[in-house]
């Protein structure tokens, strides 16, 4: 673990490698961070974890070292929803790169166009209770009917409280984005109980997306996250429309295991093992969310 002298820690490689697959032309990291600088962008009161700097300049040379052409940039719990760092990095892209935001739910019209201008597509509801303290269910169900027209929703959520949350995901009345699946147990292999869970949320509506992403996070066993390539693969081979990827950098709260980018890169081959099927998990699937307009 590396921590600074003002107790604020680093959860990224400072030297990733060069991955050995090459990404399409027109590639998308379609889910990656920025922590601030904090002296122009200060963390929330409520931040659960105090990262070292990671902001636009240090993500779009980690965008052009891997191969990637553009990037969707989803706010960060340690900012709550002052999405300030966001819109500034999404401004500093020359318009490679768009973003999911945190709002209050109380959030105003005018407000969200604001948003929608500064390159945001959609927001994110967090029920991580490490991360968050609060989800209040219906005023984000409020917030999602009242959504700038082309947005979506971002859930993220844990495996084991997928049935609890299926009513609600069920009322979302706008497209979803399930953050890294969420977080099957990948161990079970792709026809255990929570990969079963998950697909029958994915056929219950057409407009279920997810991120094929995080082995890091998801596979316990480590590099190569072998039991990540078994049972994801399958996934993206029998939803190839609805698949997307994002290396997550700077990996929130990996500090303990900290990862190559370049290992994450070439994970997509593995699970993703035709032309056909990386254009649509890197290219086609992220080009329809975040770019349409």
């Known amino acids: 673990m590396t921590i600074d002298a003002n107790g604020r820690v680093r959860s990224w490689t400072l030297t990733p490698g060069k991955p050995h697959f090459t990404p399409?032309?027109?590639?998308?990291?379609?889910?990656?961070?920025?922590?601030?600088?904090?002296?122009?962008?200060?963390?929330?009161a409520k931040a659960?974890?105090?990262?070292?700097?990671?902001?636009?300049?240090?993500?779009?040379a980690l965008r052009d070292r891997l191969g990637f052409a553009r990037n969707v940039i989803v706010q960060a719990s340690c900012h709550g929803t002052d999405n300030s760092a966001t819109l500034d990095a999404i401004a500093q892209?020359?318009?490679?790169?768009?973003?999911?935001a945190v709002v209050d739910p109380a959030i105003d019209a005018a407000a969200l166009d604001e948003l929608h201008a500064g390159g945001i597509r959609g927001?994110?509801?967090n029920f991580l209770k490490r991360l968050v303290d609060d989800a209040p269910k219906d005023r984000y169900l409020e917030l999602a009917r009242r959504l700038p027209a082309g947005w979506h929703v971002v859930v993220y959520f844990e495996a084991d409280i997928l049935a609890e949350l299926r009513p609600f995901l069920d009322a979302i009345p706008v497209p979803i984005v399930v953050d890294h699946?969420?977080?099957p147990d990948v161990r079970q292999g792709p026809d255990g109980i929570d990969m079963l869970a998950f697909r029958a949320l994915l056929d219950s509506r057409d407009d279920i997306h997810f991120k094929a992403s995080c082995p890091d996070r998801l596979d316990p066993a480590g590099a190569p996250w072998d039991d990540f390539a078994r049972s994801v693969a399958p996934l993206v081979a029998d939803y190839p429309d609805r698949c997307l990827w994002g290396s997550d950098w700077p990996h929130p709260n990996m500090q303990d295991a900290?990862?190559?980018d370049a290992a994450l890169v070439d994970m997509i081959p593995r699970i993703a093992p035709s032309a056909a099927l990386q254009r649509k998990l890197l290219i086609d699937n992220p080009m329809r969310l975040y770019w349409a307009d």
Request: charged residues 25%; proline residues 10%; contains cysteine.
């Open 24 to 44: 399409p032309p027109g590639s998308i990291d379609a889910h990656c961070h920025v922590f601030g600088p904090a002296d122009r962008f200060p963390f929330s």
């Open 48 to 60: 659960k974890y105090l990262p070292q700097d990671a902001g636009a300049d240090a993500l779009f």
């Open 93 to 100: 892209s020359d318009g490679r790169a768009r973003g999911v």
């Open 123 to 125: 927001v994110r509801f």
């Open 181 to 183: 699946m969420g977080r």
């Open 258 to 260: 900290i990862s190559d």
